[in-house]
């Protein structure tokens, strides 16, 4: 296309006929818009190129602190979760406690429940083997194994009232010489039976002293004494009484005399329904 | 597991009725009762025994000999036996040992110490 230009009278011109300095101004004109354009252009690709750096960069921030904001959560959610397990470990650990407090508290209940039991076997099978027999010699043997063995007697006597003296009738580790029938009232067996009082030595109970014996227990019967156990030493391992040893005290204060005067009365020759014979009508007499 | 026997010798029927109150209570544990060395020897000739219980001073023949008895016999010469006496003195429990027994509890017995022993040496919880 052909460059039109008009003269000074409004009539076209041809390039050609535009002076060659003008024309060279004109291109160097042009020339420098297109230069300038151009710059323009790449400083704006080049500031569109770091705009679009920088919106990544933003992009990749903001994304970040997205997921940190989640990560911040998740943390808030594992510190309730941490603190509500802390708080049902504590329970857990008091619940603990208090079943082991309990456990404690039921292991010492089934040791004296244990202790109950034995002391009353013990107390069952002294009174039922005191009454098994009817032979004055197998009571007395009973009467010295509850005193020895049982209680842990190691040197005792066993005596019975006789009228107005008191009479030795079995005995164990202590020499004959030293048994002697006294009057009722004298020295600590006399007057135990005579009173019907118990007397026990808290101390030294493996230790002998003549006028002061470990323990006299008054056997009695309807309410009086008929003869009593005199325990001269405990046996070397016995230091201490048991609280069964006070309740066997009892039981051979309450049962041995009975079970004495139950054998003294039977008759092996006549037999046990012999010794019953007239029963009913002396039950009769009473009503 | 199977049930284990015990043989308990004492010539007290009050000791005697109490040591078998007090191995009652050890489940699977049958109990079988002498009352002296010779009564002792007779059970043991029965039977196979896995423990014995034997107080000392018994008529008859006592404990002492008894466990040398036991410790001569093919059958229950490893059976482990307790000695049960109201001797106390660390001689005589020396002597009994010697002449080959396991154990030695004396008397006056509490049930929970047999009851200890005679699980320890029957290896039962």
């Known amino acids: 296309m052909s460059e039109e230009t008009k003269d000074a009278d409004g009539e076209p011109t041809r390039a050609s006929d535009v002076p060659l300095e003008i024309v060279r101004e004109r291109e160097a004109f042009v020339r420098n818009v297109l230069k300038k354009g151009m710059e323009y252009t790449e400083e704006l690709i080049h500031e569109n190129r770091e705009l679009r750096a920088e919106l990544d960069a933003m992009q990749t921030q903001v994304a970040e602190l997205r997921s940190q904001l989640a990560s911040d959560d998740a943390i808030r959610d594992f510190v309730k979760t941490i603190e509500k397990l802390e708080a049902e470990r504590r329970a857990l650990v008091h619940r603990h406690t208090v079943l082991e407090e309990t456990e404690r508290a039921h292991a010492n209940r089934q040791q004296e429940i244990e202790q109950e039991i034995n002391d009353l076997a013990n107390l069952y099978i002294a009174n039922f083997q005191l009454h098994a027999s009817f032979s004055l010699r197998r009571v007395v043997r009973h009467l010295c194994d509850m005193v020895g063995q049982l209680i842990g007697a190691e040197a005792f006597v066993i005596y019975l009232v006789q009228g107005n003296e008191v009479v030795p009738i079995a005995s164990e580790h202590v020499p004959p010489e030293s048994l002697s029938t006294f009057a009722l009232g004298a020295g600590p067996v006399g007057e135990a039976c005579l009173t019907g009082i118990r007397r026990v030595r808290e101390t030294e109970l493996s230790t002998e002293r003549a006028d002061d014996p470990v323990a006299v227990i008054p056997l009695m019967a309807d309410g009086r004494?008929?003869?009593?156990?005199?325990?001269?030493?405990?046996?070397?391992?016995?230091?201490?009484?048991?609280?069964?040893?006070?309740?066997?005290?009892?039981?051979?204060?309450?049962?041995?005399?009975?079970?004495?005067?139950?054998?003294?009365?039977?008759d092996p020759d006549l037999g046990p329904v012999a010794s019953l014979a007239g029963l009913p009508a002396r039950l009769e007499r009473k009503n | 597991m199977s049930e284990m026997s015990c043989l308990v010798v004492e010539d007290s029927p009050m000791m005697r009725q109490l040591l078998v109150f007090a191995l009652a209570r050890i489940k699977k544990l049958k109990v079988t009762e002498a009352e002296d060395g010779v009564d002792g020897l007779r059970k043991l000739a029965t039977g196979r025994f896995d423990l014995v219980i034997?107080?000392?001073?018994?008529?008859?023949?006592?404990?002492?000999?008894?466990?040398k008895r036991i410790r001569s016999d093919e059958?229950?010469?490893?059976?482990?036996?307790?000695?049960?006496?109201?001797?106390?003195?660390?001689?005589?429990?020396?002597?009994?040992?010697?002449?080959?027994?396991?154990?030695?509890?004396?008397?006056?017995?509490?049930?929970?110490?047999?009851i200890a022993r005679?699980?320890?040496?029957?290896?039962?919880?």
């Open chain 1, 225 to 266: 004494p008929v003869g009593a156990a005199e325990i001269v030493r405990m046996l070397e391992q016995k230091q201490s009484w048991a609280s069964v040893d006070h309740e066997l005290f009892e039981l051979l204060a309450a049962q041995a005399g009975t079970a004495l005067i139950a054998a003294a009365l039977y």
């Open chain 2, 54 to 67: 034997t107080d000392i001073n018994m008529p008859i023949m006592d404990g002492l000999k008894l466990v």
């Open chain 2, 75 to 114: 059958t229950h010469k490893d059976v482990p036996i307790i000695i049960i006496t109201t001797e106390g003195s660390q001689e005589d429990r020396q002597r009994a040992m010697a002449l080959g027994a396991t154990a030695y509890i004396t008397k006056p017995i509490q049930a929970p110490q047999v």
């Open chain 2, 118 to 125: 005679v699980k320890e040496l029957l290896n039962l919880e």
